[in-house]
Structures are given as C-alpha cells and as structure tokens.
C-alpha cells in the first residue's frame, strides 16, 4: 500500500511539474531615439520548452516558441515563422557566446563596436537589459509575479498552422544572429543584424539569385564575417 501511494504522489509530482508552473513575467519594454518614445507591455508564461509572449500595447499580437518551433499572429491564429529572440534572450546568448559572469549583482555594461548592452542583476536575476545601437536605446523591465498557470490550456487556446512562408533550412542560419530585424519587400526578406561575436550580417532571401538555393529560394550573403560565413556554410552544407 505504501509502495503505490507512493508511485501516485511521483506520478502526480511529474503531471504537476509538467503542466503546471509558478510564476510569470509581466515586461515593460521602451525604445528612444531621435524620432521620438516607442512603449510595449508584455505578459510571458514559459516552461521548459514553451515559451508564450503575448503583447498588449501598443499593438496586440501573440508569438509562441514550442521547442524548436516558433509561431506569430494577431489572433488566435498563429503561422509558423522564424526564430524570435527577445532582449532578454538576447542577454544571455551574448553572456553565453562571450563566456562572461554575471553571476553577483549589479550593472554589467559591455560595449562592443557596433552596439552596448548592459544587464541589471538582483537576487541573481537579470531585471533589466539595454541595448544601444546608434541613438536608438532599447530597454525591456522584467517583472516576475507569482501565478499559478497551466501552459497547456494557454497554448491550446491557439490554432497552430505549420506551414512555412521559407525553407525551414534557412532557420538554422537565423540562429546564428545575435539578434535581427527584417525587412520584406516584394520578392525578397531582408534579415539586418549582428551575429555572436557582435560583427554586422545582412542576409537576403528571394527567388532570383544568391549564394545558396534551397527549393526555389535563393539565400544572398550580403555582409558576414569570417566565422559567420563559414557557420552559414555548416548550416546550408547540402545546398
């Protein structure tokens, strides 16, 4: 009778851990520069492996990261698209790639040639991460609130469609930037950014030429460093 009672509790341990989480993020982010104020509020529920970040203001929309997969819309409708980092996901992959400590707390500030990013540390926690570029200064406030949240009845509110507007091979190489803008055009997406050692890469992706085909897209190296052309090539290796 103990022996059962006990796998129970360690069956229901694993359903709760699981299914259901404690705690989530509710994120200021403000963008500044010469053209004027930019604000947005976002609420964050994430597990392991899911991530939801749903935007409230000044525009409403959703994008979701299930494992490997990410997903974008204004509904409850989401598409499939490529990978999405957030300024705080931002931080810890530049911590990770530059191998740097933050564990004590305090204001990290590091500047590379292109850009800065400082990283405010409480309780071993990042609360506050800034980028600068330019004039243009980026700063998201993060909050953690205690809730008691099921991911899976989130997510279920949402219909995923999987299909892709690109090659899902060309994903693998917009993990290889730090972080990016895109800008589309008719024929073409243009993905702007630096990559992890902080050097600029500019890519395009359209179906009239390039250095690399995949299906009937074409992926045009545009500016790359070294390194970055040779983990481009990795990624594309059978193309």
């Known amino acids: 009778m103990k022996r059962r009672l006990f796998v129970l509790c360690f069956v229901l341990l694993i359903f709760a851990t699981f299914y259901f989480a404690d705690g989530y993020y509710v994120r200021m982010v403000y963008e500044t520069s010469k053209s004027g104020i930019f604000m947005r509020s976002e609420e964050v529920y994430e597990t392991d492996d ?33 990978p999405i980092k957030d300024l705080l996901e931002i931080a810890y992959d530049y911590v990770k790639s530059k191998k740097l400590d933050i564990s004590r707390d305090g204001v990290y500030r590091f ?41 899976k009845s989130i997510i ?14 060309f994903f693998a190489v917009f993990k290889l930037f730090l972080w990016s803008n895109t800008v589309e055009g008719k024929d073409f997406l243009r993905i702007i950014g630096y990559d992890k050692d902080g050097n600029p890469l500019e890519l395009e992706i359209n179906k009239k030429e390039g250095d690399y085909k995949v299906g009937t897209y074409y992926l045009k190296i ?14 594309l290796r059978d193309y």
């Open 50 to 82: 899911i991530k939801v970040v749903i935007v409230n203001t000044p525009q409403s929309f959703v994008w979701v990261r299930i494992k490997d997969k990410w997903y974008i819309g204004d509904s409850d409708v989401l598409k499939r698209t490529f």
């Open 111 to 151: 500047n590379e040639d292109f850009f800065i990013i400082e990283i405010f540390v409480i309780d071993k926690e990042i609360v506050r991460v800034t980028r600068i570029v330019g004039d243009v200064t980026t700063t998201m406030y993060i909050n953690k609130f205690p809730k008691h949240f099921d991911i």
């Open 156 to 169: 279920s509110k949402y219909k995923f469609i999987e299909e892709s507007p690109i090659p899902e091979r």
């Open 222 to 235: 545009l500016k790359a460093s070294e390194s970055s052309l040779k983990e481009i090539k990795n990624a």
